[in-house]
């Protein structure tokens, strides 16, 4: 990537582009050029190309004007002014006062649209007569709106082989002449309104010319299946659909683009003659919206008869891309102006938007993908040693994209290349990139020479911890060279190697932050009425470890090691060697215990618990009283006993780390898992300092790892690769029910899992204040603004966690609210029935739970891959499926996991749900009384849920 710095403007973040110069490349360097045909003075609002008969013209779009510019001279050729009449054909609106310029947009052809102060829109063209020494700017019409004017777009639908419109490109005196084609529509977003309006451009009837064709509103009632009105909801429709979300839920970015599944197949192209594909590709055309809270809402648009007005729209989906207005672009991806087309949505988190599925020989339906573009900062030569980069350097730290343009450069980025190169710009900031082939996953490979066996990432530290096994000496007196290896977590550079001592090897690891207590000489009373406030937290590695004696069945010895990770000065990552003095890996304190230290968790009040051999032992940190700056790591209290051997322990602290800082909490738990009773919850009482059990699952289940989701509902996996969910019920009326944890989900995953963390694949949002949606217990949960409730399918999600197997294989397990249990189980069950399966293998049979002698169907999950071959099915096998869920009907109702409920049982908390209970709430209000299902509602829940993992 190649940065050009800009300095910062005066005023501040616009949307605009203000500086007027542009970037020529000179044998593949850059240099600024001043362009004396444009109008430096003011703000531009849009700048592009045109190429009009036989002009190549440059477009400036200025608050009190319209300025073209020959591309070879640069040299002023023709403008229009909104204060000047001396072009106009149409005077029958002369007498309407003018205004500034607001907003603008044009593409290759000469066509272009201004909106003006009060709602004004006007239809420019750039038109050029045989012999014509220049072109001219003629206005066409113009019209007034009833608010004022956010967006427009006016982007022409067609192939993608005919370019972007707005596309920079330098390469066209050597290619084939290029084409241009004329937009029939233009896309309008007013300011408060949440709706979007489809004007006609094209046709014989010159009257017609920018008449409304479609009336969009963007709330989930429209846009699934409903084809064909001219005008499908009022203005006045829209307004009271904006809620209370207000403007954050208006359109801020329109693009109109004919999306090609073209896109993500030319990477694998290697002919050497790049117009040819293996393949040809699905066309659809496309409305696509940008909200200011960072939402895309998108639409397939259809003409619906032989007259230009005559437009419906169809499919409509929405997902969230960031917390920061968009700004959409369309661009192609590939080496060749014959690539597909995508769309570049700009904001907080960069994402493409690409078309897939429906190529010849396929059986994939087509559909939208997003994949999030990184823009990092690469590490330069000659920056300044002394910028602090505030704790994150730049190399690891997202840029939020303010403007971009596609820019086609063979000088600059090669020929393989020229397609998916584009400009970007951020605050202070110009880059030239080329974006790499769309993978799922981007996965790096570093030797070691050694086996790892824990890893943790210190996100304070900017390091990953990993504990080795190294080889062992013949005589197995030796010391096995067993050591904790720290890398840095940008550069994978070796920081620092701590060797173990002979015989201990490591057997668990976590990243905490710890509170460092008053010293245990002091009162009792005065060490558990430390309020948070008085109470210092800082960042540190546990290690537990364990001796592993030849002559010894189980370790009888371990340790309890806390290492402090220094990040450095101003958090700079480069190598130097003064830097690197001040990155110092440190032991500051270790606690020695009878047994092997199989697992540690944060904890409540910045402590840990950690699984001693059978016990349950909380540990706390203490400042030294004899050596001051010194630390002591000591158990409080006796532990808990009960267990064979204790393997796992979690809490909530596990996944959300904030909440480690809370020691008010007034039920502070944890589940243990057994290495052959299943799973045990805790309790720990800081005022006595005990740890209780309060219920256990009677099954005896080899556990391989456990998750605690929410203070009742509990994942484990056990050895014969099956998943379990237990649920608490403390509410219950007797004491029997209440220490018995219930088995509420049961499935045959068919691999052996190994390791659980809460999170997602989904790369999280820049947005400093946290995670949007973040419920009180950590777990991410979907927004449900009110303008949804009229749709008849609402997907909530409470946990997130993650899985690892022995196989390798990295999967996500989502928590699911009662309503949307319900449907993606009646989907689920409709698949069965209708759809054949590879090798007329049963799904359901697969999935059975499997133990020994034991074995009965699956309950309380839901394939996820399953669910999602839905997408790929051929249209009358949809609308069969579709047909099943609605006579069986089962979709409306609320479950629990363990069967379908009416809604009385509302109070209940539903599997796998978020803490409250209350995330399906509004879907049972609202979806039992819905209509029948239809394709289009059933392809948005699916692709919604698609795009959670």
Known sequence: VKDVEMEDDEAGGKSEMDDDDEEEEEGGALAEVTIPGFNSSKSTLFAGNMLVAKFDLLLQVVEDGVRLVDSDTLALVAQWSPFSTSNDEDSDDDEQPMGFITVASANHSGQIVVALRGGALVYLLVEAGEGASSPIIRRVKRVTLDREISCIDLNPFGPSSEGS??????????????????????????????????????????????????????????GNGDEGSSSQLAANDADEQMGESGQHMMARSLCLVTMDSQATNSNSITNKNMSCTTSVGNNLDMLLVGLGDGKLISFVVKQTGPSSSNWSIHSRKEVSLGTQGIHLIPFQHGPSQSSGSCVLATGDRPTVVYLTGGNSGSNSNPKLNYSTISLTVEDDDDDDDDEGQGGHHASHKNISVNVASPFRSSLLFGAQQVGSSLCVADDNTLRLGVIDAIQKLHVTSYKLGMTPRRICHHEAGRVYCVGCIGGVDVGMEANQNNCVRFFDDSTFEELNCVNLEPFEMILSIESVSLSINSPPTQSKSNSNDNTASSVEYKPFIVMGTAYAYPDEDEPSQGRVIVVECNSGANGNLKSDTEDQMLRHVQQVADLPLMGGIYSIAPFYGGNILVTCGSKTILCQLFASVVTPGELLLNYVGSGHHGHLISLYIKSLVSSDKSLSKRSTEKKQLAIVGDLMRSIALVEYYPKHQVIEELARDFNSNFCTEIAMLTNNIYLGSENYNNLFVLQYNPNATTEQARVRLDTVGHYHLGEMTNKMVGGSLIMPSNNPAGTVGAAANGKVASEKASYETNRKVNITVGSQTLYGT??????????????????????????????????????????????????????GFVDGDWIETFLDLSRPTMERVVKEMNLDTRWRIRDDGKGFRAARDDDRQNLMDTEDGGMGSTDVRTSLHASALTVEDVLGAVEEISMLH
């Not at 996500?812 to 319900?822: D, E, N, R, T, V």
């Open 806 to 859: 022995v196989d390798g294989t990295i999967g996500s397990i989502l928590g699911l609210g009662g309503k949307s249990f319900a449907f993606l189980n009646s989907l689920q069950k409709a698949m069965d029935a209708i759809v054949r399966p590879v090798g007329d293998l049963s799904r359901a049979q697969y999935r059975a739970w499997e133990q020994e002698q034991k074995k009965h169907a699956s309950c």
């Open 165 to 222: 419109s707005n596309a920079m490109d330098v390469d066209y005196a050597s290619s084939s002449p290029r084409r241009t084609r004329k937009s029939q529509l233009v896309a309008v977003g007013l300011w408060d309104d949440f709706s979007v309006r489809l004007l006609n451009l094209g046709g014989d009837d010159p009257s017609s010319v920018l008449d409304q064709a479609l009336h969009i509103n963007l709330g989930r009632g429209n």
